[in-house]
């Protein structure tokens, strides 16, 4: 009795995991054409951007193979909706603001823990998010929160 539950349990889990396979939602992966880029303080703010940001913030997202099964995919392209509707390193000019960049980065907020975990080059160094925190100031303004505060320019 209880096999022929766990059997029925796990039956129904399989077609309910392929069944989900079916919904179009997170299959979307065509990255827009870049319009332009701020421009960086220097290469190496645009290159932890890349590493940090650009998966969610730009129309340059790479789409590891996870991000093709579902329910992965949907929290994937929910993430790079939201990340490129709130700021969009790819269509600079267009009215994107990232004067609170680096204070999300300073608050810990950016880049997600969740998005670390799979992406090595996301995690950075004390030294190495003081350095990006610095380079986004330089290259968008505004504070990089902590306790100084402040309002930003």
């Known amino acids: 009795m209880v096999k022929r539950t766990v059997l029925l349990v796990v039956v129904i889990g399989l077609v309910g995991f392929g069944a989900i396979q079916l919904v179009p939602y997170g299959r979307n992966h065509t990255n827009p054409r870049v319009q332009s880029e701020p421009a960086w303080n220097s290469a190496a703010t645009r290159a932890t951007a890349v590493a ?27 993430d790079v ?15 994107q603001e990232a004067d609170e960049s680096a204070e999300s980065v300073s608050e810990g907020n950016m880049p997600p823990f969740s998005y670390q975990l799979l992406h090595p080059d996301a995690r950075l160094s004390g030294t190495d998010r003081d350095a990006f925190i ?19 320019d």
């Open 52 to 78: 940090a940001c650009f998966d969610c913030h730009s129309n340059q997202t790479t789409w590891p193979w996870y991000s093709n099964i579902a329910p992965v995919s949907w929290v994937i392209q929910h």
């Open 81 to 95: 909706d939201e990340g490129r509707e709130t700021l969009n390193f790819s269509e600079w000019g267009t009215g």
């Open 134 to 152: 610095q380079g986004l100031i330089a290259t968008f303004g505004g504070e990089g929160g902590g306790e100084g505060g402040g309002e930003g």
